[in-house]
């Protein structure tokens, strides 16, 4: 699978944008996706899953109820709604395919079989 990850951009706090991640290769709807964003000096951290059907979704505290994480297999790719945007908000955000089955795994960046480029998101006035 390969993933292309997009969207990113400048925006001022409160702000809004989308990010997309276009898969390619192996049937997209076989695998579960995840967003994850990794600060400057910051470890990776997980965002927003969402399950292989797009009926189930999970996201950080950091998050939830700003961010919203959905899917389109018929156009093979997810989505990352960000809403409400504050400054630490700031980071390069990676999206990923994950084949596990579990969701307990979907909050674990070592769970995941692919990665796209990132993309930067910057919030700031």
């Known amino acids: 699978v390969q993933l292309q990850a997009y969207g990113g951009g400048l925006v001022q706090p409160g702000g809004s944008l989308r990010l997309s991640c276009a898969a390619s290769?192996?049937?997209?709807?076989?695998?579960?996706m995840g967003w994850f964003r990794q600060a400057p000096g910051n470890e990776r951290e997980f965002v927003a899953a969402?399950?292989?059907?797009?009926?189930?979704?999970y996201y950080s505290d950091s998050v939830k109820g700003r961010f919203s994480i959905s899917r389109d297999n018929a156009k093979n790719t997810v989505y990352l709604q960000m809403n409400s945007l504050k400054p630490e908000d700031t980071a390069v955000y990676y999206c990923?395919?994950?084949?596990?089955?579990?969701?307990?795994?979907?909050?674990?960046?070592?769970?995941?079989?692919?990665w796209g480029q990132g993309t930067q998101v910057t919030v700031s006035s």
């Open positions: 990923g395919a994950s084949s596990r089955y579990s969701s307990a795994y979907y909050r674990i960046s070592n769970k995941y079989d692919y």
């Open positions: 969402i399950g292989r059907n797009g009926e189930t979704t």
């Open positions: 290769g192996r049937t997209f709807s076989s695998y579960a």
